[in-house]
């Protein structure tokens, strides 16, 4: 009766898109591991090493941190289901289709939701965010961190403030930052602060870290309402995740085995070592890109997000037929634009396992045929040798710079 | 900075719970399989072969058939919240946890929800149904076809009848029947059917495979109100899922090459066959039980759920050790009763992968000595040997009968 439908054999592909990343073989490896009953005390055991792992990657002492059950736009609506009664009014800072995503969730709690906008490709204002929460009672400002539909940065430090100047929480995406940009979710006094699985954490989608600060926890206790989603509702989700370990759902144990592994991963690295390394290998990226006579974007290279470069796409050129040609003669996966910029840029991502120096040669090789091949004029070699010249300088020994 | 949270090395568990039950290696394999990203030709492919084996499995011809990015329990969210606006009334069958799990997702929509209700470990009666409906206008009945709280099936006909009678659509939980228990969406009328993955389809938990037939689907198009849930909005999800293949969100990928081989398999050993099995399984279980002396909690043959059997625990035992002993002397997870049956009751799932005759005999010795072991009475051998003559019955050729 599964006639037709045989072995699954997937393409190995190298997905240089906002995600998912490509999977580290120990992760992979971690989740072949047979599950156990998400009651079993080995597993409850466990499940306190994923969140003693998982606070240090978001550098935070918070109790509720734990994985949610859901992919990263799961995590935006507990974040924002959790903070919000119906009615309530919130100030989302909107520049892209994922700070869109986190407004129309709010929206339907229902609550009254600002949009502070900015145009795809450029920062929020904070000054603007003030403006527009000013003699209103705002429950949180909403931003993210990474914009990956125009790979767009903001600076967290100045929306806290402006959250503070209104008495709001703030709310922070990190799913395209978290493990490849500096976040520190205590440092930067983030109230909730959620991201996904598949970026820069490199494990497989399906699961949307989160944590919450003890304002916010005490907040869920004193809620007049419920939360709307029985799904996403943190406080019996972190009574399962927490001491009491009440079954709340059951959670998809091989994901966080994968969680678990993934998580080890980027603290064996050491944060900073990988924030590092997302840094090299996209001025590299950038330099291979500029050198065949591509621009960027993002002008402000201050506002660039290091895991997602946006790109012009070359005039006369068919992105889609460009696209298709990467995978299927080189096997590498970029993602076009989203929303406005459909059409108008590609979307590089370089996030955890994907982000290597080999992969961003491999690459802009495989991208310079594409180009010649579609008849566009690029210097032969220039993007590699770009990028080579990059790696080189970043990696040079101190005091050697006269060698260059 | 991990340090002291080393290599992750579960312990090999024979899962008798009401979920999550073991996995077939054929699973773990498909797992293991490198991800593709979502967007990817070759995935998108492969989520229409998905598709096509659940409906077989559903027994259904919807379109609308995938499965949802997020546990059971998610499956009775996004079943709830998609058939329910605000203010909107609706009747649910309430005898177990899960029933009343239903009842209270549908109230934080938020809904008029009037409870239908029956002991656990009894059925609802549909005449209460039709009595409490009567008048009304009521959007759906919400039934959980077997209650694993307590052991209990229900026949989803005579709700359908009940249903109809009141004009109002039908919903079923199915999470603990689905290819475990006869079940055929198209055949029995039912609007909405979610499931679970970690059951009788033994995959590993994470996913919740739903199917809704046109006349959902066109009420979907045709809303006042936005469904509460982004996340679980079944329309962009689908327009995932279906030929526009636009992005909604990224779906737990390497969970979905392991539901693909969960269904293959589910479909290779044959609907049929499937059922019979855990027909037999639990015959054999309840046989090897009784001869230990140990007491049914669900009287009525007929109305117990062949995938999780609930026994009621002899006086004289110390539940939770004689549970904590055969986890940690025969490594199997059984599950103590939930909500009024917590230190009442065992239950004891057969379900998928964990479903097979040599685990219901490894079980029964092993309980053999634990209640020995807590200075109970129990015929040596008997367990076993009861379950041993049920199998043989069972599976000896026809016309052999005077040779048992």
């Known amino acids: 009766m ?28 971690a989740m072949a591991a047979p599950i156990v009953g998400h009651m079993d005390p080995w597993f409850t055991a ?23 059950s859901a992919s990263g736009s799961g995590g935006i609506e507990a974040a924002v289901a959790n903070a919000l009664e119906s009615g309530d009014e919130c100030i989302v800072c909107v520049n892209g289709a994922f700070s869109e995503r986190m407004a129309i969730i709010a929206e339907r709690i229902p609550a009254k939701v600002i949009r502070v906008e900015a145009p795809y490709g450029r920062t929020v204002d904070p000054q603007d965010v003030v403006r527009a929460g000013k003699g209103k ?57 959620f991201s996904g699985a598949q970026k820069a954490i490199s494990a497989p989608p399906g699961m949307a870290p989160i944590t919450v600060n003890e304002r916010v926890e005490k907040y869920m206790e004193t809620r007049k309402e419920p939360v709307r989603s029985w799904y996403f509702d943190l406080h019996p989700a972190m009574t399962y995740w927490g001491k ?20 080890r991963l980027v603290l064996e690295e050491g944060l900073e070592a990988r924030w590092e390394r997302h840094a090299l290998c996209q001025q590299a990226l950038i330099a291979g890109l500029e050198a065949m006579n591509l621009e960027m974007l993002v002008k402000n290279a201050a506002e660039r997000l290091i895991t997602v470069t946006a790109v012009n796409i070359p005039s ?9 040609q990467l995978l299927d003669e080189f096997n590498i996966e970029i993602a076009g634009g989203l929303g406005p910029l459909a059409g108008k840029i590609w979307r590089i991502g370089l996030m955890g396992y994907s982000c290597q120096t080999w992969n961003v040669l491999r690459f802009l090789a495989s991208l310079e045929k594409v180009l010649l091949d579609q008849g566009l ?25 006269a060698r260059k």
Chains 1, 2 share one sequence.
Do not use: W
């Not at 002492?61 to 994985?67: A, D, Y």
């Not at 009491?244 to 998580?263: F, K, Q, V």
């Not at 004029?377 to 005091?399: L, S, Y």
């Open 46 to 68: 466990m499940m306190d090493d994923v969140q003693v792992l998982m606070r240090r990657v978001f550098q935070t002492r918070n109790r509720v941190t734990f994985p949610i």
């Open 137 to 193: 009672k705002i429950k949180f400002v909403g931003l993210t961190h990474g914009e990956t539909s125009s790979g767009i940065v903001q600076r967290i430090e100045d929306y806290r403030k402006a959250a503070d100047e209104l008495g709001a929480l703030l709310i922070v995406d990190t799913v395209a930052t978290l493990g490849g940009v500096p976040l520190d979710v205590d440092g930067q006094r983030i109230d909730i602060c």
């Open 244 to 263: 009491d370990r009440l079954y709340h759902h059951t959670p998809p144990i091989t994901l966080i085995y994968g969680m678990r592994e993934a998580l």
């Open 316 to 324: 006369g050129l068919n992105e889609k037929t460009a696209r298709k």
């Open 377 to 401: 004029r690029v210097p032969t070699g220039a993007g590699v040798g770009a990028a080579i010249h990059a790696f080189r300088e970043a990696m040079q020994p101190a005091g050697a710079g």
């Open 2 to 29: 599964s006639e037709g439908i045989g072995e699954l054999l997937p393409p190995e592909r190298l997905m240089l898109t906002p995600g998912p990343s490509c999977v580290d073989p120990r992760v992979y490896r």
